[in-house]
Structure formats: C-alpha cells, structure tokens
C-alpha cells in the first residue's frame, strides 16, 4: 500500500531580482530536502525514471518548469534536474557576502557555546573555506566569545583546535558555576549566622533583670 503524502508546494521565487544575501539558494536547499523526503515517503524510486521526472516537474511549479525548459543540453532524470536548478539558484550566492555574515557572528548574550558553535559551522557551509574551515571556525569562536575571560583563557593555549577550545569553554563553565553554587552556600550559611546571632540577642533581652541596665548594675556588685 502506497504511503498518501502531500507533496511541498510549488517553489516560488521574485524574478529578476539579485540575491547578492544567498536566502534564495537556502531556500532551494530547503524545497529540494523537503522533495527527497516526500520521494522516499512515497516510495517513488518504485517508479520509473519517466514517471519520477515528471512527478517532480508537476511538483516543482511553473518557475522551475520554465529554468528547465530554457536548457540546450537534454534533461530525462531527477539528477538533472537538479543540477540544473541548483547551477541557476547557486550562481546567485555571494560568497563574500556569506563570509562577512560569518565573520561578524557573535556570541549572544545567554547562548550557549554549543549553539553559538553550532551556528558558526552552519554559516561556514556556504563560505567555501575548504581547507581552513575548522581553524576559522575555532577562530570565529574565540573572537566572538561574550565572556572575555574565556578569550584570554582560549589565548594563553598553545596549538589551539576547535574541539580543544570546546573543551576548556565547557570546563571554565563548569568551573565558574561550581563557584557561584560555593559563593550562595556561603552566603546562606553567613544569613543563618547573623539570624542565629541575632536570636540569640532577642532571647538575652526577654530575660527577667536584663532590660533597663539591671544585668549591668548586678555584676558591678
């Protein structure tokens, strides 16, 4: 029995417009993971490769039909079709653009490494550093950090890594926290002291001959 899914919806996108920001590539990115995941629900690698074809040009929408249509070279698979859109959408990524977004991407204040890290490796997917990918990153990570006494700590480290990094950010935290739990049990027992102390005052001052000055007179005798 075959799985009933709805398929996405047509993929739509402005004509004629530069997009120098690189959300139109992601948006395809997203259209053509949310098609692969309609295909494998549905079972269509079942069909032949006529069928698949045209169940994904239905689907695609108008705009898209048009991209293929213009092509001089023969289009007969999925593979091609996709390659051919992600030529026409891709082309329009500004790779300097990506890079800048990379570079300027600073920690928030209440984000957590991991998330903060997590976003750097997201915005590195489109800024073709090849090579220097996890330096830059651990670089990004060091520079963009909220707390400057992580930084300095991250500077004082010889032959740095990205998964090194990681691991002294989590124990500065660990560490840091564990202090602020000692600083509050501190302070509590210093609360019940004072309490304590003053209780114990009260209880001097409730007792018969002690108000007045009378304990003061009676130890002079």
């Known amino acids: 029995m075959e799985t009933i899914l ?32 309609y295909f494998c629900a549905c079972e269509l690698e079942k069909k032949s490769a006529s069928i698949q074809m045209n169940i994904l040009l239905h689907v695609i929408g108008e705009q898209c039909r048009e991209i293929i249509d213009q092509s001089t070279e023969r289009i007969n698979n999925l593979d091609g079709v996709f390659k051919k859109l992600d030529d026409h959408f891709k082309i329009k990524k500004n790779v300097t653009v990506e890079r800048h977004k990379f570079f300027t991407r600073s920690q928030k204040e209440n984000e957590s490494i991991e998330q903060y890290v997590l976003d750097l490796k997201k915005l ?70 004072d309490q304590s102390k003053a209780a114990v005052k009260m209880m001097k001052l409730d007792r018969p001959g002690y108000r007045s000055g009378e304990h003061v007179r009676r130890c002079r005798r």
């Open 124 to 193: 590195a997917q489109t800024c073709e550093f090849g090579i220097l990918n996890e330096d830059l990153i651990k670089d990004r990570l060091v520079c963009g950090l909220h707390s400057s006494t992580i930084r300095e700590r991250l500077l004082r480290e010889d032959d740095l890594t990205l998964n090194k990094a990681m691991d002294i950010c989590r124990a500065v935290i660990v560490s840091r926290v564990y202090s602020d739990n000692i600083k509050q049990e501190k302070d509590m027992i210093c609360d019940i002291s």
């Open 6 to 37: 709805s398929p996405p919806l047509p993929f739509t996108f402005e004509e004629g417009m530069l997009d120098s920001s690189g959300r139109l590539c992601d948006n395809w990115e997203k259209w053509k993971k949310g098609f692969k995941i």
